[in-house]
């Protein structure tokens, strides 16, 4: 497997694998991550998948939890005291130190793009992409009572709701899964939303929770999958971390976030998108919102795989044309 993996990878010049020195329990490759239990729950999922694939033992791997100051900060809405960054500064830094060999992510809070010396290009398959929606009354959007108040922090949440229900009243909803449910029973809300693929990853199968349709609401850039990051100078880790990717996650998200970069989008502004793959080609929908869901802009393109990020540029800028100056300014 190893031979085979890094044969076409590391070594081009012949048919045989670069020598890498693997890890041991005595050395053990460090995988960063925040100490959520999602995060955890997805570093171990990378630490079984290089165990299974290079046949190594558990401690040959250290997970290693990074305090960052996004998780510290529960008071306010994340928007207000500056975006992304907050949750991989401190991760980024440990990778750049070597203090880790690879740092793992939810793609979905990643910038389009690393600092300096770093490469983010490695997925693993990619789990459930839609929202859920969570309550402990209502069955699903339509069955909300005229003004109900719904919870969430996701601008995109947010606005789509109020496109196709104006009437709710969406308030400021943070915090793990737990502290929202109690929210709920405490009837601070009556539904809130989250990802499908975290309740998945945290086997969280008794919260009350029905898939929404992505065309009901549009996935958030990336919703769904894992990337690992690594020094791009790096050549073992490199070589690890060739043989567990997923090439078709990696397709999809090379549309998705190229639409994103060409947005120029932040968790600042309200940005679905979302490429499926079917047989030889590959579907992009995408769309911007106004925050307070007066407008919609979306489109829906198919073409060949291989022009992802292209179709993702080429819908950023006619979205962007047809919003014009000023369409994200409701904030
Ligand atoms: N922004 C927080 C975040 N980042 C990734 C996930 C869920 C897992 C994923 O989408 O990969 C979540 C929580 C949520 O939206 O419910």
Same mark, same amino acid.
């Given at each position: 497997m190893l031979s085979r993996q890094l044969s076409g990878q590391i070594?081009?010049?012949?048919n045989r694998a670069m020598n890498i020195a693997l890890p041991t329990p005595a050395s053990p490759f460090n995988i960063g991550t925040r100490g959520s239990p999602l995060a955890l729950a997805q570093a171990h999922e990378t630490r079984a998948r290089l165990m299974a694939e290079f046949d190594?033992?558990?401690?040959?791997f250290a997970i290693v939890v990074i305090k960052v100051m996004g998780d510290a900060?529960?008071?306010?809405?994340?928007k207000d005291i500056g975006g992304k960054g907050l949750f991989t500064r401190e991760i980024e830094e440990a990778l750049l130190d070597g203090s880790i060999d690879i740092a793992v992510h939810s793609?979905?809070?990643? /910038?389009?793009d690393q600092p300096g010396g770093l490469l983010l290009d490695t997925y693993l398959p990619r789990e459930d992409v839609r929202d859920a929606f969570v309550?402990?009354?209502?069955?699903?959007l339509d069955d909300l009572d005229q003004g109900a108040t719904v919870g969430t922090s996701s601008l995109r949440r947010r606005s789509q709701l109020l496109v196709r229900r104006p009437d709710l009243n969406v308030v400021e909803f943070r915090g793990n899964v737990q502290t929202r449910l109690m929210k709920l029973g405490n009837g601070v809300a009556e539904a809130t939303f989250l990802a499908m693929a975290g309740l998945n990853r945290l086997n969280?199968?008794?919260? /009350?929770r029905s898939a929404i349709a992505p065309e009901d609401m549009l996935p958030a850039i990336a919703q769904g999958a894992i990337g690992i990051e690594r020094r791009a100078d790096d050549t073992r880790a490199a070589a690890m971390l060739e043989a567990i990717h997923h090439g078709p996650t990696g397709q999809r998200l090379a549309a998705e976030r190229s639409f994103l970069a060409h947005l120029d989008g932040s968790c600042e502004t309200p940005i679905g998108g979302l490429a499926d793959l079917d047989g030889g080609s590959l579907r992009l929908r995408g769309e911007i919102l106004r925050t307070d869901g007066s407008q919609v802009l979306a489109d829906d393109m198919t073409g060949a795989i291989a022009d992802g990020a292209e179709m993702g540029r080429e819908m950023a800028i006619k979205l962007l044309a047809q919003a014009g100056p000023g369409f994200f300014d409701h904030m």
């Amino acid at each position: 497997m190893l031979s085979r993996q890094l044969s076409g990878q590391i070594d081009t010049s012949n048919n045989r694998a670069m020598n890498i020195a693997l890890p041991t329990p005595a050395s053990p490759f460090n995988i960063g991550t925040r100490g959520s239990p999602l995060a955890l729950a997805q570093a171990h999922e990378t630490r079984a998948r290089l165990m299974a694939e290079f046949d190594l033992p558990e401690d040959a791997f250290a997970i290693v939890v990074i305090k960052v100051m996004g998780d510290a900060i529960q008071d306010r809405a994340l928007k207000d005291i500056g975006g992304k960054g907050l949750f991989t500064r401190e991760i980024e830094e440990a990778l750049l130190d070597g203090s880790i060999d690879i740092a793992v992510h939810s793609m979905k809070d990643m /910038p389009v793009d690393q600092p300096g010396g770093l490469l983010l290009d490695t997925y693993l398959p990619r789990e459930d992409v839609r929202d859920a929606f969570v309550s402990l009354t209502a069955k699903g959007l339509d069955d909300l009572d005229q003004g109900a108040t719904v919870g969430t922090s996701s601008l995109r949440r947010r606005s789509q709701l109020l496109v196709r229900r104006p009437d709710l009243n969406v308030v400021e909803f943070r915090g793990n899964v737990q502290t929202r449910l109690m929210k709920l029973g405490n009837g601070v809300a009556e539904a809130t939303f989250l990802a499908m693929a975290g309740l998945n990853r945290l086997n969280m199968t008794d919260v /009350p929770r029905s898939a929404i349709a992505p065309e009901d609401m549009l996935p958030a850039i990336a919703q769904g999958a894992i990337g690992i990051e690594r020094r791009a100078d790096d050549t073992r880790a490199a070589a690890m971390l060739e043989a567990i990717h997923h090439g078709p996650t990696g397709q999809r998200l090379a549309a998705e976030r190229s639409f994103l970069a060409h947005l120029d989008g932040s968790c600042e502004t309200p940005i679905g998108g979302l490429a499926d793959l079917d047989g030889g080609s590959l579907r992009l929908r995408g769309e911007i919102l106004r925050t307070d869901g007066s407008q919609v802009l979306a489109d829906d393109m198919t073409g060949a795989i291989a022009d992802g990020a292209e179709m993702g540029r080429e819908m950023a800028i006619k979205l962007l044309a047809q919003a014009g100056p000023g369409f994200f300014d409701h904030m």
